[in-house]
DNA sequence: GTAATTGCAAATAATTTGCTGGGTG
DNA sequence: CACCCAGCAAATTATTTGCAATTAC
């Protein structure tokens, strides 16, 4: 069943896409599109945003990159395809994995209560991280 | 410890806050900033899409409703303050409660994992409801 | 060659904000 | 009567899209 209900289109090759797909597997500070973006542009000055965004909603259609979206604002990327869950700063937005955690969630149990076909589930912690504790300390 | 750095600020009370909170509590939809204008028109006329969003936020941060966002595209919002889960259609865009089910799920873990101070996290199940699933297996 | 892709700029869409006047405590 | 809040419209922010020129296969 293709849930998209699009026809797939035939994709060629680009330098952009291979550079955009390049810098978001250099990092593992789940960057935006923005950040990608400025990284890019060393590399291939003329590059432009809209570039950028289109070719990241490519790769994710295409299941080469993660599209992550936290509460407020933008949408970050992640090149690391394994199901994992990550937690947000709430001061300073960073964004880091949770490693080794096991998914201790039922996905056949909430079809069972709901009715719904269940397709994917998203964890995602919000917190304060280490820098942002100590320097909240001090202030009080 | 105040993560929000702000100084409370004393709050009247006034008509289209009240009617924001009602229509929030009197539905079981999870509905978006323009659903709750639209039907709020209905009583106040005159209301403004601009004071539903101030009153929405002013409403989260005192705790009377929680903030629900999905991946994509808009808020919703949830008068139920209970700790609990959502669901969300990938067809139709639908919301509903996930009932009865315990979080799985272990800050402390997470908190020892990352040295992050856990303050909230959030799970959310992607799917497709009932009736999507019925009528997109009628077109395959 | 033909169809996907680009850069650029303009368009969207959701949400926020500035202002001026009205309502609440 | 101080100051919070409303309505309105303009601003902001992230993202998408239209178009003519370019590039990949």
Same mark, same amino acid.
């Given at each position: 069943?293709?849930?998209?209900?699009? !026809?797939?289109?035939?994709?060629?090759?680009? *330098?952009?896409?291979?550079?955009?797909? &390049?810098?978001i597997r250099s990092t593992h500070c789940h960057p935006t599109a923005d950040w990608i973006f400025e990284r890019a542009r060393k590399d291939m000055p003329n590059i432009s945003l809209g570039t950028i965004y289109r070719?990241?909603?490519?790769l994710r259609d295409e299941g080469k990159i993660q599209e992550?979206?936290?509460?407020?604002? !933008?949408?970050?990327?992640?090149?690391?395809? *394994?199901?994992?869950?990550?937690?947000? &700063?709430?001061?300073?937005?960073?964004?880091?994995?949770?490693?080794?955690?096991?998914?201790?969630?039922?996905?056949?149990?909430v079809e069972e209560l709901t009715g719904y076909r269940i397709h994917k589930h998203r964890l995602e912690f919000t917190g304060l991280c280490p820098d942002c504790l100590k320097r909240l300390d001090n202030i009080e």
């Open positions: 069943m293709n849930l998209n209900h699009q !026809v797939e289109k035939k994709l060629k090759t680009s *330098r952009q896409r291979n550079l955009i797909l &390049c810098v070719n990241l909603n490519l992550l979206r936290f509460g407020n604002s !933008v949408s970050r990327y992640d090149g690391d395809l *394994r199901s994992h869950y990550h937690v947000r &700063c709430m001061e300073c937005g960073e964004v880091v994995d949770v490693p080794h955690i096991v998914p201790l969630v039922s996905s056949q149990q």
